[in-house]
Structures are given as structure tokens and as C-alpha cells.
């Protein structure tokens, strides 16, 4: 027997409140990480036979610290340095608690904070929390990063072992610390609702999980620091942009451009609040990258059609957002502006900025350049690059879009494609 989907997604969003619930208990990252994982296996192998428990945060926070307590006596039996650091350890944190035995409490943005430690690089705090608080496999968190699985798994397998052996503890970070560590949270948040927005692998097209969670955790971080204008912005982004969820897939389930989306089935009370949240960020200054991304798709949902995008204030957000925070992301998406200000040629020339970087060879760089080729009327190189596209692709929804794509451009007896379509997001 095997676990519905509702329950699977019970654990998903169970597994990392149980996680900061015992990091916080225990201090020790690295084991209560282990012991939530054997926790989980150890659901999965019961549940269906058994039935969910009536409470299953309990029953799994119960079963987690119990194989926190094996994990720590197991170790210790082994040498006499963890003998010593067991007997420095109050007995009673050594008792698995009863399910009620703790008031509820999220904690998971202070798992955040101490994934985001300064004793670790950056990207290892990026890595360290999408894997152990958003829920992502380690092939999902390489992806978002652009490197090998292998690669991702000794970065976090390294990070988990830094944060041990520094002795970081589960507190507030110091306030000279608390500006750098909340940006790492809010990029590690912009990460987990892009993965969820577009999969990076899988049949689906989106993970409602992740964005769910994503959104969660951003609005709690706005409600603790509404003055946070970048908060503020990224919150605004996060609702513009999930407003479009529901028009992004067929009854097939399969993708739709923005460009021919049904607009009158996008969250117009979110993209309200989305709207209201960019106007009262950009009061302040100078803007920050996550507030220029809410305006660009605060853009795009004000305006009543495709056809109507303006696109020449688009170009100019891109332009900005570049200054401030440049990638070849960014570059790529600006060359799509370009194209539809300016025209394809110039944005195909674009394109030539960020062909031998980290793009190169990624599906979104070949759809791209299809996209401005069948704008430049160039429709065989284009279908073939819309065939290159898909090869690339992780989704099966995105992998089938730009097969559709490509067919449509290689056939003579088919009218062009109209601008915009590529810009599915």
C-alpha cells in the first residue's frame, strides 16, 4: 500500500515544522535532519496500514525526537568525546515529549535564519534551506542552481557538516548579521516559489506545494517587518505573479502562454493586493530588485490584453533590474523586451551576451532565441530551436508546449506566431 496525495502532501508540509521544532529542542541541525527523514519512512510504512494519526504533527514530532534520542545514544556509544557531550546533557532533553507536550508554534522561519548562517557561502545557504525547509529533492535544488545533482548533494552535505561543527544554535541572529541573513530568506523564498510556479522536472507544471509555502512564509516575514520594502516587494511579486495559475494550464493540464491566457480567470483580488503592496514598496528608495520584478509583473497584469502590454515600460524595468542585480536571467528576459520594442533582430543580438554563460545549452535560452526567430519570419531555425528547447526541458507540460511550438513553426500552411507568446511565467 501506498500514501494518497493528500497525505504525501500532509508530510511535505509537517516535515519541516517537525525539523524546526527539534533544532530548536536539541540544537543540532545535521541530526534532527536525519531523524525527521527516518520519522517520515517510518509514516510512510505505517500509515497506510494503520491509518493517519488524528494528530499527525504530534505523531510524527513524537516518532522524530525518539530517532533524535537512538541517533545521539548510537553515537555515543561509539566514542568518548559524544559520552561526554551526552552527560553534559540535561536528561530531560533526552525524553521523546508527548505530542501535546509542546504549544504549537511555527518555527520555520527561524529554521530559516539558521540555515542562513554566516559561517556558510551563500550558495550553501540557499542549497541548505531549499532542501531542508522548502521541501525540494536534491535534483530540484540543482537545477534551480544550474549544477550537476552530485555537485548540489556535496554542497549541502558540506553545509550541514559546517553548521555542526561551528556550534550554530538555533536564536536570533545578532542584529549586525540579521540585514544579510534575511536577504539570503528572502532569495531562498523567491527560489521555492519559482520551483513550485515552473518544475523544474516531473509531469506537472507547477507544484502548488511549494508556492503555497512560499507564500506562507512570505507573508509571515511581511507581517514581522512591514517596513521591509524588498519584504514588501517580494510578497507583491509572488501574488502577481501566482494570480495567473489557473490560466497557465489547459483542462489537459498542459501549458498556455501569457499571451493567450484567459485573463478573466486571473485572481483579480490578488492581483489587487499585489498592485497596492509594488505602489506602497516603490515609496521608498532606491528600489530593490525584488520591488522592480513586482512592477514588471504588476505590468502585465494591469494591462486588459497581450496585445496592450507596455512593453516599452517593461524594457525600461528590465533595464533597471539589470543594473541592480544582474544575471544572465535577467539578460534573458530582457532580450524578449527588447524584441517587441526594438525588434527581434535586436533582441536575437542580445542573446549573444549570455550564449557561453551558465544559459548556455538551458531550454529557456533556445525558446528565447525560437521566439525572436519566428518574430525575424526565420520559422525553420526557429522550429529547430524550439525542438532543441524541448529536448532540454525537465516538465512534461513545457517539454510538450515547445514541441507544439515547433511543429506549428515547421509548418508552411500556419500563420506566424503573435508577439508575446513565449513569456508563459
Known amino acids: 500500500m501506498s500514501l494518497d496525495e493528500a497525505t504525501v502532501d500532509l508530510l511535505r508540509r509537517l516535515a519541516p515544522q517537525v ?17 525527521v527523514q527516518e520519522a517520515l519512512v517510518d509514516a510512510v510504512e505505517r500509515w497506510p496500514l494503520d491509518g493517519v494519526p488524528e494528530q499527525p504533527s504530534g505523531w510524527l514530532h513524537t516518532v522524530a525526537a525518539r530517532r533524535y534520542v537512538d541517533l545521539v545514544r548510537t553515537e555515543v556509544a561509539r566514542t568518548r568525546r559524544e559520552r561526554t557531550a551526552l552527560d553534559l546533557t540535561p536528561r530531560d532533553t533526552l525524553v521523546a515529549p508527548p505530542p501535546d507536550a509542546e504549544p504549537p508554534r511555527d518555527d520555520l522561519l ?3 535564519l539558521l540555515c542562513c ?12 534551506t531549499l532542501r531542508a525547509v522548502g521541501g525540494l529533492t536534491t ?13 548540489m548533494g556535496q554542497r549541502i552535505s558540506r553545509a550541514k557538516l559546517r553548521l555542526r561543527e561551528a556550534g550554530a544554535r538555533f536564536a536570533p541572529p545578532p542584529t549586525a548579521e540579521r540585514q544579510a541573513r534575511l536577504a539570503v530568506v528572502r532569495q ?17 507544471l507547477r507544484r502548488a506545494d511549494l508556492t503555497g509555502q512560499a507564500l506562507r512564509l512570505t ?8 517596513d521591509d520594502a524588498e519584504t514588501t516587494g517580494l510578497l507583491a511579486l509572488m501574488l502577481l505573479t501566482e494570480a495567473r495559475a489557473a490560466a497557465r494550464v489547459d483542462r489537459n493540464g498542459d501549458l498556455v502562454p501569457l499571451a493567450e491566457q484567459d485573463r478573466q480567470v486571473w485572481d483579480q483580488v490578488a492581483i489587487a493586493e499585489g498592485c497596492a503592496l509594488v505602489e506602497r514598496s516603490l515609496a521608498v528608495t532606491p528600489p530593490g530588485p525584488y ?9 502585465h497584469a494591469e494591462a486588459p490584453s497581450a496585445e496592450a502590454t507596455d512593453w516599452p515600460q517593461v524594457l525600461a524595468l528590465y533595464e ?3 543594473h541592480l542585480a544582474p544575471n544572465p536571467v535577467v539578460t534573458l528576459n530582457r532580450a524578449v523586451a527588447v524584441g517587441m520594442v526594438h525588434g527581434p533582430v535586436a533582441g536575437l543580438a542580445l542573446l549573444c551576451e549570455v550564449e557561453s554563460g551558465p544559459l548556455a545549452g538551458h531550454h529557456r535560452l533556445h525558446a528565447v532565441r525560437a521566439h525572436l526567430l519566428e518574430l525575424a519570419d526565420d520559422r525553420p531555425a526557429a522550429a529547430a530551436q524550439w525542438r532543441a528547447a524541448a529536448q532540454h526541458a525537465g516538465s512534461d507540460p513545457e517539454r510538450r508546449y515547445l514541441l507544439r511550438r515547433a511543429a506549428t513553426a515547421s509548418d508552411p500552411d500556419r500563420p506566424p506566431c503573435e508577439p508575446g507568446h513565449l513569456r508563459s511565467r
Open 117 to 128: 548562517h554566516p559561517v556558510l557561502p551563500a550558495p550553501a545557504q540557499l542549497a541548505l
Open 320 to 322: 533597471v533590474l539589470e
Open 188 to 204: 531562498v523564498l523567491y527560489l521555492m516559489f519559482n520551483e513550485g510556479y515552473s518544475a523544474s522536472s516531473g509531469p506537472q
Open 139 to 151: 535534483a530540484e535544488v540543482a537545477a534551480a542552481f544550474l549544477v550537476s545533482e552530485r555537485t
Open 19 to 35: 525539523l524546526a521544532t527539534l533544532v530548536r529542542r536539541y540544537g543540532d541541525f545535521g541530526r534532527a535532519e536525519d531523524a
Open 219 to 226: 507573508r509571515r516575514l511581511h507581517e514581522q517587518l512591514p
Open 110 to 112: 527561524e529554521l530559516f
Open 291 to 299: 520591488r522592480v520584478q513586482a512592477a514588471i509583473a504588476a505590468v
